[in-house]
């Protein structure tokens, strides 16, 4: 089998319309313009996150777990403050792995994501 | 005010496993995923396309109760009933029919540690007559 990339990412919600707003408004990320209502889609970079009613796909609503998605930023201090006076509620401490810092919080479904950014290279010394 | 300009891209899908080899063993050679040798034993990453997946041990989540994740990642593949099969035949369980949505073939499984993934295939174009 030859997966070739990935489509999008499905994010559970109960409701479209506040998912879509956290997503688009709060996180700022961009609207595929090609998605309709009933599918939002938005664009974090390389992934499309797809607002999904797991209903409607034959499934039971279950939040994402803590820190399923990774979503790289230049500074995470700098962002979780900026999230964090918009109301956001982050879960312990800024994480610092010895290779990244993350910061985990979740969205209004209550999926689990994560503020991350790696500072040190990898073994063969390239970086993100 | 919006992180507009902060959110710079998807570093990694976290996949929780209760058992990485087992989790190596389905997305490296069930899936035929590409494991990225910068990655350790102890933090697993496979390369598709676009993205990294991330086998996140549940140990190190802190918490007693293991979740797998509930969000399909649509993995795009060329043809669905083909890739379906080939699946099959190594084991994978399909729960259901192929769906076809009217825009795309959807193939929804799980992995062994019960993360929900799909294979999925896009065949109409879009509003603006632009395909995938």
């Known amino acids: ?128 | 005010m919006p992180v507009t300009s902060e959110v710079e891209r998807v570093d990694f899908i976290a996949v929780p496993t209760l058992d990485r080899e087992r989790s190596a063993k389905f997305y490296g050679e069930t899936l035929g995923l590409e494991r990225n040798p910068n990655s350790s034993e102890q933090w697993m990453e496979f390369e598709i396309g676009n993205v990294t997946l991330a086998l996140l041990p549940h140990e190190y989540t802190g918490r007693s109760e293991f979740t797998p994740s509930s969000g399909p990642i649509a993995l795009r593949v060329s043809d669905v009933d083909e890739a379906r099969r080939k699946l099959e035949e190594a084991g994978v369980e399909f729960p259901m029919e192929t769906i076809d949505s009217g825009v795309c073939h959807i193939a929804p499984f799980f992995d062994p540690d019960g993360n929900s993934l799909m294979l999925h295939r896009r065949y109409a174009p879009y509003a603006d007559g632009s395909t995938p």
Not at chain 1, 43 to 61: D, H, K, S
Request: charged share 25%; hydrophobic share 40%; aromatic share 8%.
């Open chain 1, 1 to 128: 089998m030859q997966a070739q990339k990935v489509d999008f990412v499905s994010i559970p919600t109960r409701d479209l319309d506040r998912a879509a707003s956290f997503y688009g408004d709060t996180l700022g990320l961009e609207r595929d313009p090609l998605s309709d209502s009933a599918w939002p889609e938005l664009t974090a970079g390389n992934v499309t996150l797809a607002v999904v009613v797991p209903e409607q796909i034959g499934m039971e609503f279950a939040p994402l777990p803590t820190g399923a998605i990774a979503i790289r930023v230049p500074d995470v201090a700098d962002a979780r403050t900026e999230l964090e006076q918009q109301g956001i509620a982050f879960e312990g401490d800024t994480f610092d792995s010895g290779a990244c810092h993350m910061a985990f919080f979740r969205d209004p479904d209550g999926n689990g994501l994560m503020l991350h950014h790696r500072y040190k290279p990898y073994h063969d010394g390239s970086t993100p």
